[in-house]
């Protein structure tokens, strides 16, 4: 069983930053891969951005040039840097982690940007 907890979420203006959070309880170097996703009122759950265990990143085109995953894999954290954010940014962001066949979810984070 792994558990992640994320941490950092809150209020920011239109065009601020946040930075978000994510520990996991065994060591990173060992999950297949993490990521953030977000869900908005009414709306699915989407990708955010992921990170595998060698280091490649993916990103919603959504967040492209604006948003930028890192790990740190002696404090088993991941992070997820948040600039230009924008109302339609605005939704609950959960951490995920790939650890073979099975997927781990944190409880989310709330982010809400105000125009």
């Known amino acids: 069983q792994v558990q992640v907890v994320e941490s950092g979420g809150g209020l920011a203006q239109a065009g601020g930053s946040l930075r978000l959070s994510c520990a996991a309880s065994?060591?990173?170097?060992?999950?297949?891969?993490m990521g953030w996703y977000r869900q908005a009122p009414g709306k699915q759950r989407e990708l955010v951005a992921r990170i595998t265990g060698g280091g490649r990143t993916r990103y919603a085109d959504s967040v492209k040039g604006r948003f930028t995953i890192s790990r740190d894999n002696a404090k088993n954290t991941v992070y997820l840097q948040m600039n230009s954010l924008s109302p339609e940014d605005t939704a609950v962001y959960y951490c995920?982690?790939?650890?073979?066949?099975?997927?781990?979810w944190g409880q989310g984070t709330q982010v809400t940007v105000s125009s």
């Open positions: 995920n982690a790939e650890v073979r066949e099975s997927d781990y």
């Open positions: 065994m060591s990173i170097s060992s999950i297949n891969a």
